[in-house]
T-cell receptor, first 110, second 113 residues
Framework: EDKVVQSPLSLVVHEGDTVTLNCSYE??????LLWYKQEKKAPTFLFML????IEKKSGRLSSILDKKELFSILNITATQTGDSAVYLC??????????FGKGTTLSVSS | KAGVTQTPRYLIKTRGQQVTLSCSPI?????VSWYQQTPGQGLQFLFE???????NKGNFPGRFSGRQFSNSRSEMNVSTLELGDSALYLC????????????FGPGTRLLVL
């Protein structure tokens, strides 16, 4: 059965800390891995990764994919209170749909 | 471009009733996917419509159905509501399909009493 597992389930850090969120997956026909941020409303798109070893960056956020070991990480440096959210990892299985993990809840305290 | 819109935003129903939710995708997007989000199960895929045809379906009972119109707007219907159907229902659109980057609407929060 296809599955996406995120860890940790929740995390509390102080402003300025760096955090690493993990996503491992087992899918039949991998197509892509996506990261979303959800703050009490619709998930907003962060990154889409399809190739191993190529880092995607957007400001303080970055992500990388390892297709051999079947995982991805999302890094957030110099965290701010506005980074508090649920971070969702989803894997596209060719011919079907996105399979989402349960998410990591990040709380950043000031 | 306007984002994905969903109506209504909140809904309260009682067991046994039926409900219809509506979704308007981003202009030019032909794929519309529906998801159910609950605290225990997370985001689960319901189905995807592309050019008025259901292309993929998740593991949900037949009480959950949908359709897509020629302008790509989509509706989702749930018949014979159960307490466990209480959830946030999210619609997402994309250019090419359900495995591509999905852009989500704000969701419809359904409460079944």
């Amino acid at each position: 059965e296809d599955k996406v597992v995120q860890s940790p389930l929740s995390l509390v850090v102080h402003e300025g800390d760096t955090v690493t969120l993990n996503c491992s997956y087992e899918v039949t026909n991998f197509r892509s891995l996506l990261w979303y941020k959800q703050e009490k409303k619709a998930p907003t798109f962060l990154f889409m990764l399809t190739s191993s070893g190529i880092e995607k960056k957007s400001g303080r956020l970055s992500s990388i994919l390892d297709k051999k070991e079947l995982f991805s990480i999302l890094n957030i440096t110099a965290t701010q209170t506005g980074d508090s959210a649920v971070y969702l990892c989803a894997v596209g299985d060719a011919g079907t749909a996105l399979i989402f993990g349960k998410g990591t809840t990040l709380s950043v305290s000031s | 471009k306007a984002g994905v819109t969903q109506t209504p935003r909140y809904l309260i129903k009682t067991r046994g009733q039926q409900v219809t939710l509506s979704c308007s995708p981003i202009s030019g997007h032909r794929s519309v996917s529906w998801y159910q989000q609950t605290p225990g199960q997370g985001l689960q895929f319901l189905f995807e419509y592309f050019s008025e045809t259901q292309r993929n379906k998740g593991n949900f009972p037949g009480r959950f159905s949908g359709r897509q119109f020629s302008n790509s707007r989509s509706e989702m219907n749930v018949s014979t509501l159960e307490l466990g159907d209480s959830a946030l229902y999210l619609c997402a659109s994309s250019l090419a399909g359900a495995t591509e980057t999905q852009y989500f609407g704000p969701g419809t929060r359904l409460l079944v009493l």
